[in-house]
């Protein structure tokens, strides 16, 4: 870099004039999160095109977009609409985004609770009898309540023993 160059650079950093560094800040913050999501986005569509060979021309085409949108997208730039995330999805056979049924608290709370006192009985369970030919007893969900079944069977085809009824 010559001696002009690092000069004006120079000149530039004690400027009289305003810097809209501030400005830009406030905005970050302001847009954070979905600025966040979209960087989420264009990492898991750029994960995409690569697993499935596809180019960013490739993906333009198959959403009827042009490549300049597609571009905002992989920089994680675009602020998407439902409507994009579902050609995006559609385009690359992927899932971008779920939406989660609302549950109150506190009915959150209590399948916690729940969840962790069928985890107790299991490991009580587990470790007192011989694992080779373990099976649960009946009693088991009668005891924990109708909702701990789904529980239940992704614990016993997790340790790989067979469900009961």
Avoid: C
């Amino acid at each position: 870099m010559e001696l002009n160059e690092r000069l004006d650079k120079f000149e530039k950093l004690v400027s009289d004039k305003p810097s809209n560094f501030l400005s830009k800040l406030a905005q970050y913050k302001a847009n954070k999160k979905w600025i966040d999501h979209s960087y989420n986005v264009a990492t898991t569509v750029l994960e995409a095109l690569k697993h499935k060979g596809m180019s960013q021309k490739d993906l333009a085409k198959k959403m009827n977009v042009s490549a300049q949108q597609v571009n905002k997208i992989i920089k994680g730039k675009q602020n998407l609409t439902f409507e994009t995330i579902g050609k995006l999805e559609d385009a690359l056979g992927i899932l971008l985004m779920e939406i989660i049924s609302y549950n109150p608290v506190s009915e959150i709370k209590i399948n916690a609770t729940q969840v962790k006192s069928v985890e107790k009985i299991l490991t009580k369970e587990l470790t007192k009898n011989d694992l080779a030919d373990y099976s649960f007893s009946d009693n088991f969900r009668q005891k924990e309540g109708v909702q701990m079944n789904v529980v239940y069977n992704n614990l016993t085809q997790a340790i790989k023993y067979p469900k009961v009824g």
